[in-house]
């Protein structure tokens, strides 16, 4: 298997992966999605509450802030072996908020959040989190755990996970009377004039749809589009918990992991 980063920053990732099969694509899509931890709010305690939105709307609120993820120094409560309800210092993050509007209307943020450590606190400090009117007062503790995504999306690391398969578009040169029709229509712009021929210019951008060929006057000698069989474009976004590179090391450990424990019941099963 052999991979090449398109592009890559701290919340994107981009990979060409060649000699692959759709079965592990989809498991690795899948295992980022529903499996790979990050740390979400998973239980807030009220100390007071004078807004106008109930505890549960703010709890909730609160789950769905992003959290950068330390996955070295922390443990799923479940794996953890305090065995508490409440967890420990090795399987919770308390945040707190202590906030009050003192004069007019003001806007509480993420940023507003203590966390105990720095190395688990909001992505972003500009996510709303309520409005409070003047003399109206939010004092909580927020408690982070790690979680899943298949227990809620809170925990889903990734906003996107996508593959889809390595386009590939032939222009006939034969057939072609450059009648433009297949580059007029395609909205995700692949195709372009190149002095009088048509060009195929954004080759990754191609979804596939087919709108191309289906404009094409021609029809079965027109213009072609296929795609490799073994071949994926893949897309990570993070949401800031972890770097995209990392999310995707840690599915594929997950993986290797699976695979193992299957082997290993296989001979027991044997035995
Ligand atoms: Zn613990």
Excluded at 116 to 141: D, M, R, T
Excluded at 221 to 236: H, R, T
Excluded at 255 to 270: A, S
Aim: net charge negative; glycine share 4%.
């Amino acid at each position: 298997m052999k991979i090449e980063v398109l592009e890559k920053d701290e919340t994107n990732l981009r990979i060409i992966v060649r000699d692959a099969e759709v079965p592990l694509m989809n498991a690795l899509r899948r295992i980022v999605l529903a499996e790979v931890p990050s740390m979400a709010v998973d239980e807030v305690v009220m100390i007071e509450n004078s807004s106008i939105l109930q505890d549960e709307m703010i709890a909730h609120r609160l789950g769905l802030v992003p959290l950068k993820t330390d996955l070295e120094n922390y443990n799923l409560p479940e794996d953890c072996e305090c065995k508490s309800e409440f967890g420990c210092s090795e399987c919770r993050v308390t945040l707190t908020l202590n906030a009050e509007s003192t004069e007019g209307t003001r806007t509480v943020y993420s940023g507003e959040l203590v966390s105990e450590n720095p190395a688990v606190s909001p992505v972003s400090e500009k996510i709303p989190l309520i409005k409070l009117a003047k003399g109206q007062k939010l004092k909580l503790e927020a408690y982070a755990r790690l979680g899943k995504g298949m227990a809620h999306a809170k925990w889903q690391p990734v906003c996107v996970a996508a593959y889809k398969y390595y386009p590939k578009i032939v222009v006939p040169a034969k057939a072609c009377d450059d009648c433009q029709k297949c580059v007029d229509i395609c909205s995700k712009k692949v195709l372009a004039m190149k002095g009088t021929k048509i060009d195929v210019k954004e080759l990754l951008s191609c979804n596939l749809c087919m709108d191309c060929a289906e404009a094409c006057p021609k029809e079965a000698e027109g213009i072609k589009v296929e795609w490799e069989k073994n071949a994926f474009v893949m897309n990570i976004e993070s949401t800031g918990a972890l770097p995209p590179e990392r999310i995707l090391q840690e599915a594929v450990k997950i993986l290797d992991k699976q695979l193992t424990d299957f082997v290993e019941q296989i001979k027991v099963e044997e035995s």
